[in-house]
């Protein structure tokens, strides 16, 4: 079975940047799109960012567009966040997630799939 593992969260001034990674073992890493959620206290998990299976493509939430980069390393079997120009509103516990097929667009909220623990963003202003 799939095992996230997010690394890389921490307590950061506003303005300033962070980057997380999400280690994954169990499948093959390579054939599957790769993103990012993100849950703040007494709100719903939310898009954060994704990108496809080769890395070629990446689409972004509304609020981090512009502001954070999804990047890969499949050798690695390594995804990971890049945040600048952090916000106290980007405070909340980060999870990395797979898609469901190659296209960035698979990388949805799933019914059934595991989550990691997740990493805490604390933005302070």
């Known amino acids: 079975q799939v095992q996230l593992v997010e690394s890389g969260g921490g307590l950061v001034q506003a303005g300033g940047s962070l980057r997380l990674s999400c280690v994954v073992s169990g499948r093959t890493f390579s054939n599957y799109a790769m993103g990012w959620f993100r849950q703040a206290p007494g709100k719903e998990r939310e898009f954060v960012g994704a990108?496809?299976?080769?890395?070629?493509?990446?689409d972004y939430g509304h609020s981090v567009k512009g502001r954070f980069t999804v990047s890969r390393d499949n050798a690695k079997n390594t995804v990971y966040l890049q945040m600048n120009s952090l916000e106290p509103e980007d405070t909340a516990v980060y999870y990395c997630?797979?898609?469901?097929?190659?296209?960035?667009?698979?990388?949805?909220?799933?019914?059934?799939?595991?989550w990691g623990q997740g990493t805490q963003v604390t933005v302070s202003s």
């Open positions: 997630q797979v898609g469901q097929g190659r296209a960035a667009v698979t990388v949805v909220q799933p019914v059934f799939g595991p």
């Open positions: 990108i496809s299976a080769s890395g070629g493509s990446a």
